[in-house]
């Protein structure tokens, strides 16, 4: 996989779901060792674990030799996470979800993760493709912007 | 792994209390509807689901629970969810939960809306 | 840095110290994930701590350039860590440090980080070269051994 | 990077607690020998150190907090410490820290301790 030497922390996973704790862990490390808001925390470990989901799940399709790597820096309190797998990329994007949709049968009870990676993050960039396949770039500013 | 729920029922007057152990994802999925299935078994018309409040719940958790709530809602069962944290209380807000749960900040808040409800 | 297929996961820190708490995040919800006891996860951060300590200051000698490796897997409730950094291994062990010595001014105050590496691994090889540099390769056990 | 720490000196009776916040490490030199000092010109000769029992503490802070107990040891200084969790009581065992500092499991208990001693 591409690596970036300006990144201050790269995990790479194996393709096990469970295994998206670890780069939540590490990044919940990461986000306090720059003083960042407990709120802000669990916003980067929710977009973290969600991305990383997806690269297992979507980007890797399940396969067990394939990697999910998960990169962080921070610039002025601004952290920058991207989460890599070894896919092609979203093919098609979802609407946002409607759960009154959903509940009535009238929708497909998919598109939570995605959802959840546009609201929680400051920006987002996906389907940025590496020499080595997909990569989802997110940012998260110190103080949640209202 | 941490993969499985340990789901105790206990019945409080007319609310049946659902108090999940464990971390709400996708490997719920067997546990919850289990423990719904025996709320269902006791005609349980209210019921209330308790989480820890340190619990990790991610989208694959979010959907099992909406399965719930579809139930919910079609079986006329009024549904709760107390001890979540304020991030997850964001989340369920965000994604509309709170359209088709009440939410409460503790297993006594939620017994007594339920109760009365 | 030579890659292993097999690890579970890799974490690639910059040469930095405070960076060690991430690699001991990491390895923490790395043993929850395999059920280990909180007194063998705080033994376990302990020796990620001492052993990525000693890759920055002394194997890559401060140098911002230069990087640590982290690498975990778990095998039959034993998990194995090594650590790498890009010196040359360790050129003379100190004798384990004797503090009724130390206090009285007689011994250097040095030596404790791999005093308790050695004390809490259940195994462990130090100077391990490979393509890239020196690597400790630690193992800690789910029970601890009596 | 949370690298400093706040010390507050409280004087109980004939024992001077210096209260720790924050990891001990090598950055904690600075820190501690400030409120040692600082105990010194009050002349304490008994001392409790009170550390977070979720606090950091990595070889880089052992080397510091042995560099304080020689000197305590040479100014004829009882010292104790408070707060350790279950690790790190282990490890300040292993080190030997326990030959020359009491180890004790609350504030309480260690001014109880050195103020009878
Ligand atoms: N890394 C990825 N690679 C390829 N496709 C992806 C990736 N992430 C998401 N997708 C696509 O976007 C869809 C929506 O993802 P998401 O919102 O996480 O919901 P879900 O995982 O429940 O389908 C997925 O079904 C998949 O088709
Ligand atoms: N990764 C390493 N590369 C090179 N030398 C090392 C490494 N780790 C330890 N050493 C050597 O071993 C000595 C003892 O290390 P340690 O027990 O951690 O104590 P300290 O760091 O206080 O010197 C160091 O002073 C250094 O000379």
Redesign the interface.
């Known amino acids: 996989m591409h690596t970036n030497?300006n990144?201050?922390?790269?995990?790479?996973?194996?393709n096990?779901?469970?295994?998206?704790?670890?780069a939540?862990?590490?990044s919940?490390?990461?986000a306090?060792?720059?003083?960042f808001p407990k709120?802000r925390i669990?916003?980067l470990k929710?977009i973290v674990?969600?991305a990383s989901?997806n690269a297992m799940q979507h980007g890797n399709k399940g396969r067990n030799?394939a990697k999910v790597k998960v990169s962080l820096s921070c610039v002025e309190d601004i952290i920058n996470v991207q989460v890599s797998d070894e896919g092609s990329g979203i093919e098609e994007f979802p609407p946002n979800?409607?759960?009154?949709n959903?509940?009535?049968?009238r929708e497909p009870?998919?598109g939570?993760?995605l959802?959840?990676i546009k609201?929680l993050t400051d920006r987002v960039e996906f389907n940025k493709m590496t020499g080595k396949g997909n990569m989802v770039n997110m940012s998260i500013n110190m103080k949640e912007q209202v | 792994m941490q993969n499985k729920n340990e789901i105790t029922l206990e019945k409080h007057g007319a609310v049946m209390l659902l108090d999940i152990e464990g971390d709400i994802t996708a490997f719920s999925e067997p546990f919850l509807n289990e423990a719904y299935k025996n709320a269902n078994d006791d005609d349980a018309k209210r019921i209330l689901l308790k989480v820890g409040d340190d619990c990790y719940i991610n989208s694959g958790g979010i959907a099992v629970l909406i399965q719930i709530l579809a139930q919910t809602k079609r079986n006329n069962q009024n549904i709760g969810i107390a001890g979540l944290s304020e991030h997850f209380k964001k989340i369920f807000n965000m994604v509309g939960i709170t359209k088709f749960a009440s939410i409460h900040n503790t297993v006594e808040d939620g017994l007594e809306a339920l109760s009365a409800g």
């Open positions: 030497n990144r201050a922390v790269e995990i790479t996973l194996v096990q779901l469970g295994y998206e704790r670890i939540m862990a590490c919940a490390s990461f306090q060792l720059f003083g709120n669990e916003d929710t674990s969600e989901i030799d979800p409607d759960i009154e959903i509940i009535e049968g009870l998919i939570f993760g959802f959840l609201q």
